[in-house]
């Protein structure tokens, strides 16, 4: 009895082990990582590789060029909105925004708002505004090379792509560039300037006798050419002329006659003699920092639309604004008129013992042979234009 009460309790023993082998052997076999390898399923993320596909951002070509890095840059003017060289400005700024895909943008503003005339060289050497218009002759004795481009009757004023031609020229020049990297500028830019008129407040100058004594608006070596006409040098900054008009602090401003027209000037002016005298030639330069930064393909397309643009710009907006100037001046009562040839000749000669003062000054520092070669390439270049010679003023 003994022994079969061990029996029974021994195969009771062998059971339960059993069940309990039996029991714990059973999840091993469950297919649990089978069924969990339905994350084998859930490797769906082997399909959320599909990022792999969102790596069309890299064959999207749109998101890589609005990826591109983008230029916001300034351009200090000085003359009037409306006036031929603010609407060259504003179409200039416009065509090289599209031209470059709007990688660069440019925004100008005229009439002084940036900067006064005199202190454009400075600011813009120091990256207040990446871009500004500034007069050569406002940077007599640091960049000398182009103040000559004022000389009376240096253009036949004719053609006014001849004009811009001339004074690419001149700003792209080794010399001129040389003398504006002095200040941390690069010339890249040129403005034109057509027919210097004489705006006159309510005297008629027909001769050089009658220049005696006027208040000429004038900055630089303009002052040298006001004094040389035995009149007076007056600095008043392009935003005030009319103002300055107005109250008779001016007598006279050279300058084209739609900008005595756009800027509102003719409201106290009276006569307009077309002196024939060249209006200057303005540089627009690139703080030098600022255009390093910019990549060769948006230089080659700035360098394309100036070359190519600009002088054609330059041409429509001179001659269809001077046009509808004479028109508005005249219905207004203004009195336009031409000067006697050989009186007009006395004023021009008056003016050139100016630009023997230019070149000894740069004699005296050493730089005869640099400011002869400059002087004989722009004559070169302007007979060959114009197919004609030039018979006045040259460095002795």
Sequence with gaps: MNLKKWALLAVAIVAVIGLLISGCSSPATTPAPTTTTAPTTTTAPTTTTAPTTTTAP????SPTMAAKPTWDWKMSGFLAIGAPMSKTIDTFCDTIYKETG???????????????????????????FELGMYGYNYTAGVTTAGVVTLLPGLMPQTNMKENAALMQFVAFHPWAQAQAKKLNIINVYEHANGNGWFVLRNKQVKTLADLKGLNVRASGITNE?????????V???SGETVEAFQ???????????????????????????NSKIYGGSYAGGANMDA???LPQDVKDIFAKVVKEKLPEWNS????TDTADAITGITKFGGVIYDFDPAELQKIYEAAYPVYDVWYN????????????????????FRNQITKTTWTGWMPK
């Design 58 to 61: 890299t064959t999207s070509a």
């Design 102 to 128: 709007g990688r660069l943008k440019i925004t100008p503003y005229h009439a002084s708002v940036l900067s006064p005339m005199p202190d454009v060289t400075k600011l813009l050497g120091t990256g207040s």
């Design 225 to 233: 050419i006001a004094k040389a006409w035995n009149a007076n040098p």
């Design 235 to 237: 600095n008043v900054p």
């Design 247 to 273: 109250k008779g602090i001016l007598d006279l401003q050279l300058v084209e006659i739609a900008e005595g027209w756009k800027s509102g000037q003719y409201q106290y002016t009276k006569y307009y003699g």
């Design 291 to 293: 255009w390093a930064k």
């Design 316 to 319: 429509q907006y001179y001659d």
């Design 361 to 380: 000054d740069q004699v005296s520092k050493g730089m005869a042979a640099e400011a002869k070669a400059f002087w004989t390439d722009l004559i070169n």
